[in-house]
């Protein structure tokens, strides 16, 4: 489309100028800072801490990463926040492709009944209902445990909608003939719905690990014992507690950045491998949701 | 015609014995605790054995603690700026992004817009603690104009604006990028049927574009109204004892309430007059934008 554009389609050269300056202007406002905080966490103890902008590491060092890593043992929300998030993630695309696949069924009595059971859980946000969740979960043993963390938001009515109008694109026949065969439901969902739906899994996969990785609202309504926060719980005392986080000893702006870049670089790797499933994820979950 | 939906039941079975761990899912986590939270509004606070009824009690308490009060004022402040910034702001950006022609470039800026919606807000949390400390980057850029170093984090007055700010620059990309798609998708006919016209290119963007983008913006819009009253995350992540007066939301006051200080049935009266205010607050919205109308 950008070939296409004739004379009469550019804007006046002010216009243009203005716009580039907007552009600009936007880059620098989102780029500076994230540079920032990038050059600050590879610096020196006595460089992060000296006034003046540092966009450069002069020498790059690792000593906030070990620091904070080892010392202040960001090691272990790590770890935690990487199993709750992949258990739960695996689990919550299982469920959403199934549930997806249950409402694909056309002649399936009750379905419209079925349907509606799920779309309504989706008109009350989350967060409202966190003294609820909290008094189910400590009545269930779940506070304080992975298992609550995991349990919680394993299937959504949005992956179950946004599963099945991905099933819906994929022909009855395939599965009518399968059936002809012999295939079970089950060997019918596992090897023609499911592999044929690879970006669709993919998509509500990264949308819903994100999700996990970044929640803060449910992780502090279940988890009380620090050992169990994840990293951006943990990184809040880190930032603006850290008295309760590191005992007496002092953390530097170098390993506090260490510590931003390590809750956010995960997800930023992520990004870049799963970006056209995730760019679609985004516009259908805007459009339908 | 019952033997026969029997029978038809019958042959689908194995749907719904699949469906049963997904309903249970949904009764115990979802409906159960949102009928649990309207009864324990109902309650009085108290966190083992029996909660004897109350009344409205809790809705007559929460309605005259000051500190509900004041969350309410600041909900809808942070509330109501973020949604119009976002609206607007990422409005402004795509159509001005969709102006530059390199491809690369377009997509380069694009990427860098998006990215801080990957974070966590408390990472956002994190480059706002670094940017605005006493030696950060907004004091060394006042320095220019030679303003004394400000304590941007402790100042009460400004909380507000660096709460709106975080979510501004947080969020606008994201919803940039929705806009963006929608202004792809509109049919490249249109323009060549203005150009024959003689319309020019801000003409193309205000008959045009602009137009085709209602539906985006109504959605939008709808989605943002939904978050108004419900801002949680930045304010946890943000708050301290200096600002915490100037930017404690509802939902942070449902959950000190509620989840540390136990107060459960005061809690949950706070949390459903938050719903309450939720669905009028979007039904509003809905009706102004006539968004069920087409």
């Known amino acids: 489309m950008a070939k296409k554009l004739g004379t009469q389609d550019r804007l006046p050269l002010p216009v243009q100028v203005l716009y580039i300056l907007i552009i600009l202007f936007v880059v620098a406002l989102m780029g500076l800072p994230m540079l920032n905080v990038l050059a ?12 003046g902008l540092i966009l450069f590491p002069n020498p790059p060092t690792l000593e906030g990463y070990t620091f904070i890593w080892s010392f202040v043992n960001l090691a272990q929300p790590f770890f935690n926040t990487v199993y709750v998030a992949v258990v739960g993630t695996a689990l919550h695309v299982l469920m959403a492709a199934l549930a997806g696949y249950i409402l694909t069924q056309r002649d399936l ?18 967060e409202l209902t966190m003294i609820g969740i909290y008094a189910v979960n400590r009545d269930l043993g779940l506070l304080n445990t992975y298992t609550g963390l ?28 399968a059936r002809i065969d012999g295939a079970s439901e089950l060997t019918i969902f596992s090897k023609i719905y499911l592999r044929l739906s690879i970006p669709g899994l993919m998509t509500i996969g990264t949308l819903e690990l994100i999700r996990r990785w970044n929640n803060i609202n449910l992780v502090v309504t279940l988890i009380s014992d620090m050992k169990k926060w994840t990293l951006p719980v943990v990184l809040r005392s880190i930032l603006f507690e850290q008295t309760s986080t590191s005992g007496t000893s002092y953390i530097f702006a170098n390993a506090k950045m260490a510590a931003v870049v390590l809750t ?3 997800l930023v790797i992520l990004y ?18 | 015609m019952q033997t026969h939906v029997w029978k038809k039941m019958k042959k689908y079975k194995t749907f719904y014995f699949l469906f049963i761990p997904i309903a249970l899912y949904f009764l115990i986590f979802t409906y159960y605790p949102f009928l649990k939270g309207l009864v324990m509004s109902f309650q009085e606070n108290r966190l083992i054995g029996k909660r004897p ?23 809808l402040i942070i509330g109501l700026w ?37 974070f966590s807000w408390a990472v956002i949390g994190g480059v706002w603690a670094l940017i605005f400390d006493i030696q950060g980057l907004a004091n060394q850029f006042l320095s220019l104009f030679s303003v004394e170093p400000i304590f941007f984090l402790a100042q009460p007055n400004l909380a507000r604006p660096l ?20 202004i792809i998708n509109i049919d490249t006919q249109l323009y060549e049927a203005a150009r024959i016209d003689g319309a020019s290119r801000m003409m193309q963007i205000r008959k045009i574009i602009i137009p085709s983008l209602a539906p985006t913006m109504k959605t939008i819009l709808v989605l943002l109204s939904i978050g108004v009253l419900t801002h949680f995350d930045e304010i946890f992540i943000m708050v301290n004892p200096a600002n915490r007066r100037k930017i404690g939301t509802l939902l942070l006051y449902v959950f000190e309430t509620g989840i540390i200080n136990f107060k459960t049935g005061t809690a949950s009266a706070g949390a459903t007059l938050v719903m309450v205010g939720t669905l009028v607050f979007t039904a509003i919205i809905r009706k102004l934008i006539r968004y069920d109308k087409d």
């Open chain 1, 150 to 177: 995991i349990v919680n938001g394993m299937v959504s009515g949005f992956s179950v909608f946004l599963m099945r109008n991905y099933f819906q694109g994929i022909p009855l026949s395939l599965a009518e003939s």
């Open chain 1, 272 to 289: 870049f491998f799963t970006q056209t499933f995730f760019t679609s994820g985004v516009m259908i979950g805007a459009i339908k949701g």
């Open chain 2, 82 to 118: 973020d949604m119009v910034l976002y609206f607007t702001l990422s409005l402004l950006f795509a159509i001005i992004l969709n102006e530059l022609l390199n491809k690369t470039v377009k997509k380069t800026v694009q990427t860098i817009a998006y990215l801080p919606y990957l």
């Open chain 2, 53 to 75: 009824f109350a009344g409205v009690e809790n809705y007559a308490l929460v309605l005259q603690d000051t500190d509900f009060l004041a969350s309410i004022k600041n909900s």
């Open chain 1, 264 to 266: 956010a670089i995960p």
């Open chain 1, 109 to 126: 009595p009750f379905r419209k009944a079925m349907t509606s059971f799920i779309l309504l859980t989706m008109t009350v946000p989350n």
């Open chain 2, 163 to 182: 709460i709106i700010a975080m979510g501004v620059w947080r969020s606008i990309g994201y919803f940039a990028l929705l806009y963006t798609v929608a």
């Open chain 1, 40 to 51: 600050v966490s590879f610096s020196s103890i006595a460089k992060s801490d000296a006034p």
